[in-house]
């Protein structure tokens, strides 16, 4: 069973440069199939898609964070990690590391499927 | 990017109530839709998969439908535990997105 736990700071300053990690344990994290995933949720709002980095260190990101945003893996440490420069008040949130999993149904096909997450960490951004 | 429209909101529902939560995308995604359930304080958990398909070990009162566009989940005989914020999410194109949530609350 992978579990996943997110590390860093809990308060940004503004304009300052957020690091976060997320540990994987129970698995390796270049095991074929997995795109390893950062997941925000603002205060009181819905979930947004921050972008991923797959097994093979390939990354993609969320259009609307692209410019700022840094997605790296760490495979001696089992961790991935994120980067989100020029932090403002808008980008408080909790955000999650996600294990998003390539998978296969017989009756269906093939899916993908958020199927582990990290517990979330807290980050605001205040002076 | 691809809009998900869930609605209602919010509901006010008691235990043994079947619930429905629809969802509706900007354009058509193939049945790629994931329902999540969220309790308060905790990590979502993926429910349903390829918009009808459940999940190992969710219990059979959750099923999911739908096509094209429209997307719903039913909770049928509606149980303590099932009290929680629900949201879809598409797989067709990036960036995957999420509905703005649903909360079933006891009435």
């Known amino acids: 069973q992978v579990q996943l736990q997110e590390s860093g700071p809990g308060l940004v300053k503004p304009s300052q440069t957020l690091s976060l990690a997320c540990t994987v344990s129970?698995?390796?994290?270049?095991?074929?199939?997995?795109?390893w995933t950062w997941i925000r949720q603002r205060p009181g709002k819905g979930l947004e898609w921050i972008g991923y980095i797959s097994y093979t260190g390939n990354t993609y990101s969320n259009p609307s964070l692209e410019s700022r945003l840094t997605i790296s893996l760490d495979t001696s440490r089992n961790q991935f990690s994120l980067r989100l420069s020029s932090m403002t008040a808008a980008d408080t949130a909790i955000y999650y590391c996600?294990?998003?999993?390539?998978?296969?149904?017989?009756?269906?096909?093939?899916?993908?499927?958020?199927?582990?997450w990290g517990p979330g960490t807290l980050v605001a951004v205040s002076s | 990017d691809i809009q998900m429209t869930q609605s209602p909101s919010s509901l006010s529902a008691s235990v043994g109530d079947r619930v429905t939560i629809s969802c509706r995308a900007s354009e058509g995604i193939s049945k790629n839709v994931v329902w999540f359930q969220q309790k308060t304080g905790k990590a979502p958990k993926a429910l349903i998969y390829?918009?009808?398909r459940l999940r190992s070990g969710v219990p059979s009162r959750f099923s999911g439908s739908g096509s094209g566009t429209d997307y719903t989940l039913t909770i049928n005989s509606l149980q303590p535990e099932d009290f929680a914020t629900y949201y879809c999410?598409?797989?067709?194109?990036?960036?995957?997105?999420f509905g703005q949530g649903t909360k079933v609350e006891n009435k």
């Open positions: 999410q598409q797989y067709t194109n990036y960036p995957w997105t």
């Open positions: 390829a918009a009808a």
């Open positions: 129970g698995g390796s994290i270049t095991s074929g199939g997995n795109y």
């Open positions: 996600v294990r998003e999993s390539k998978n296969y149904d017989d009756s269906w096909g093939s899916f993908r499927l958020f199927d582990s």
